[in-house]
């Protein structure tokens, strides 16, 4: 089955960096949308970065374009999520979600939109690492 474990969490000094993995099993990422989500206590749970695996560009969310990257391993079957210039704002539970695309002739446009929440397709989660960046 599907299954996807982060690690990479920890705690830094604001401007510092930090780089998450997530290793995944039970299956390929063609055709799956792939990425990261982040939940602040308190806050709604919110899209950081996705891709609909083998096509588009990366969907980066809130104000993380330009300091964090998203890339994947497929021979590692492994994500990462490179998070550079860290700011207190960015501190939370950071987990790696899949989801499967049925119907890959809008495959783009429907990892767009499940970049923002995750919630359709049905998503499969990481159980998350947390990062906390101190001011």
């Known amino acids: 089955q599907v299954q996807l474990a982060e690690s990479g969490g920890g705690s830094v000094q604001a401007g510092g960096s930090l780089r998450l993995s997530c290793e995944t099993s039970?299956?390929?990422?063609?055709?799956?949308?792939i990425g990261w989500f982040r939940q602040a206590p308190g806050k709604e749970r919110e899209g950081v970065a996705a891709?609909?695996?083998?096509?588009?560009?990366?969907t980066y969310g809130g104000n993380v374009r330009g300091r964090f990257t998203f890339s994947q391993d497929n021979a590692k079957n492994t994500l990462y999520l490179q998070m550079t210039d860290l700011k207190p704002e960015d501190t939370g539970m950071y987990f790696c979600?899949?989801?499967?695309?049925?119907?890959?002739?809008?495959?783009?446009?429907?990892?767009?939109?499940?970049?923002?929440?995750?919630?359709?397709?049905?998503?499969?989660w990481g159980q998350g690492t947390q990062v906390t960046v101190a001011s």
């Open positions: 039970g299956f390929t990422y063609r055709g799956y949308c």
């Open positions: 891709i609909y695996a083998g096509a588009g560009g990366t």
């Open positions: 979600a899949a989801a499967r695309v049925s119907d890959r002739t809008v495959g783009i446009s429907t990892c767009a939109r499940w970049a923002s929440d995750g919630r359709k397709p049905v998503t499969f």
